[in-house]
């Protein structure tokens, strides 16, 4: 796959983002009015305008900001994208994608005004402004069912494979649990091992699920899962933690413990870093940092293969960090959180 | 207090009555001092819960803050589906007589389960703060009830207080000194009895 020229036009998007110099620039700034307009004079400035005529507040400025940023860059990259990269991009793109259809199945099941639900979406991928403002028009989960069925989603058969639960108990766990489970499959049938970029992808979306059921494990620690029970969250498709190992961490209750046999089990020596670094009374952070971990990994792919789609997979990854930084640059200028703090929490 | 005739039956009375009002007294007192102990008890359990509130309040809102940072978008979509109705049961307790309304423990943290979410994609830091919040609420419900307890009591103490002074300073000196008055007419008349008699006696022809 001939991925060059949209490989340039990533490069020149990567260089866009902000460096190290002007993260220090934004944590020199004494309040949040003057990283309010410090970040005006950068590319997010009409964003920011755009956002001042709807929010009043700085710290909702930026973040509605950020938001729109976030959504529009990862829409511009799948428009620049050959169309067959779409399906490779899709297994990064994806994350967004699910987060977006959750979050819609959430506010509708729930009862949540459209333009709240709005303002917790990402557009991005196949879910992109016009789709989530359509999915937003069904009146029920049915009705969501129906747009997606009519589009030829994919994301249509195991919502749709949850409604019996939602309609008996009014439960969208099934749901939630059909999509997650759905997606890391899916992503393996379309994205295939074929040439450079289906096994660089390939070997990401096994890093994804390996990092994910770990997450999982310290999410369910302790909160007295069966062997069974925890069993229904682990997905299946990763290398480095086997379902039989699973299933024996998921009885610990003690997190530390928790760490100290991942860290025994698991022989990828970056995610061993990962969790030896983690605090246990922090485990929060665990995710940051895996996300962390992905991005440097893809990143180190599209140094080795300038080629490849690694490269767009890590600009995506980048983009993230920086709205996420951006964000807590903010907040803490507005929250006045010390700034060894923010440091510390800067991606 | 109401005056009656200075007889010897009104005296009985009085006398009787003198005692039930201190026997009263000593009640209204030991029931004070009981409430006083339970107030204390509960302003000390109040005044700890309070301080535990604090902690888990400030830690809870830093972890909002980071969270808000780092997952902004995840924490809205996660907070539309945490909504629910909470429903709390009131019931009625007895202290030394005193009535005051009590909210049943409840458990407001969910476990993750409960929570009707999949925990696959959420966000650690999120369900953390979920969770720090809920505690919150259980506290806060927990102190409600202790802090409503504690005016009523407090209320009771206070109206105690003063129907033992109103019976100490008012009551008991009032009928002392009408029992007082009483003894003394008694003897009076008894002494002149005796005058009576001492003069009759002398009257009588032959002595």
């Known amino acids: 796959m001939d991925l060059s020229y949209f490989n340039a036009r990533v490069r020149g998007l990567k260089g866009a983002l902000l460096g190290d110099e002007d993260y220090e620039a934004f944590l020199k700034l004494d309040d949040a009015e003057r990283f309010h307009e410090s970040l005006k004079s950068t590319r997010y400035g009409p964003y920011i305008e755009t956002a001042g005529a709807r929010y009043s507040r700085a710290e909702e400025i930026v973040s509605e900001a950020l938001r729109v940023n976030l959504s529009d860059t990862l829409s511009h990259l799948w428009k620049i994208s050959p169309p067959q990269a779409r399906p490779l991009l899709k297994a990064v793109v994806s994350v967004w994608e699910v987060y977006n259809i959750k979050a819609i199945i959430r506010g509708i099941a729930r009862g949540v005004r459209r333009d709240e639900i709005l303002g917790a979406v990402v557009p991005a991928g196949e879910f992109d402004r016009s789709a989530v403002k359509d999915l937003l028009g069904s009146r029920d989960l049915n009705d969501l069912v129906r747009f997606l069925d009519s589009w030829g989603s994919p994301y249509a058969k195991p919502v749709k494979a949850g409604l019996g639960s939602f309609t008996a108990s009014g439960h969208i766990m099934d749901m939630e649990m059909n999509i997650d489970r759905f997606i890391f499959g899916h992503l393996f049938s379309t994205v295939g091992s074929a040439g450079l970029d289906g096994k660089v992808i390939r070997d990401f979306t096994v890093l994804r699920v390996d990092l994910q059921n770990i997450l999982t494990l310290f999410k369910i620690a302790g909160e007295g899962f069966s062997r069974a029970g925890a069993g229904d969250f682990f997905m299946d498709g990763g290398g480095r933690l086997k379902k039989k190992e699973f299933f024996r961490l998921s009885l610990l209750k003690n997190r530390e413990e928790l760490i100290e046999s991942l860290v025994s089990v698991i022989r990828d020596a970056d995610i061993r870093d990962a969790l030896s670094f983690v605090d246990p009374s922090e485990v929060a952070l665990l995710g940051e940092k895996f996300d962390e971990l992905a991005e440097r990994r893809l990143a180190r792919l599209s140094i080795m293969e300038p080629l490849s789609v690694a490269l767009a997979a890590s600009f995506i990854y980048s983009k993230v960090r920086e709205v996420k930084n951006l964000r807590l640059l903010s907040r803490s200028k507005s929250f006045a959180i010390p700034e060894s703090e923010t440091r510390r929490l800067l991606l | ?207």
């Open chain 2, 1 to 207: 207090m109401e005056k009656s005739s200075p007889t010897r039956q009104q005296l009985l009375i009085l006398r009787e009555q003198f005692d039930a009002v201190k026997k009263g007294l000593d009640l209204l007192k030991s029931k004070r001092e009981a409430l006083m102990k339970e107030f204390f008890d509960i302003v000390e359990e109040s005044v700890g819960m309070r301080d535990d509130l604090t902690g888990l309040l400030s830690r809870a809102f830093r972890d909002l803050e980071r969270a808000k940072a780092l997952n902004g978008f995840a924490l809205e979509s996660f907070a539309h589906a945490a909504g629910r109705k909470v429903n709390l049961n009131i019931r009625v307790r007895n202290i030394w007589g005193v009535k005051v309304p009590e909210i049943e423990e409840t458990t407001l943290t969910r476990s993750l389960e409960a929570r009707d979410l999949s925990p696959v994609g959420e966000r650690a830091e999120v369900i953390e703060v979920a969770v720090e919040f809920e505690k919150a609420s259980d506290l806060i419900v927990k102190i409600a009830s202790k802090e409503v307890m504690l005016s009523r009591v407090g209320e009771m103490i206070k109206s105690d207080t003063r129907k033992v002074n109103a019976i100490t300073e008012m009551m008991l000196p009032a009928m002392r000194r009408r029992i007082r008055y009483i003894e003394r007419v008694l003897e009076e008349r008894e002494r002149e009895e005796v005058f009576r008699l001492k003069r009759y006696k002398s009257m009588r022809p032959g002595t």
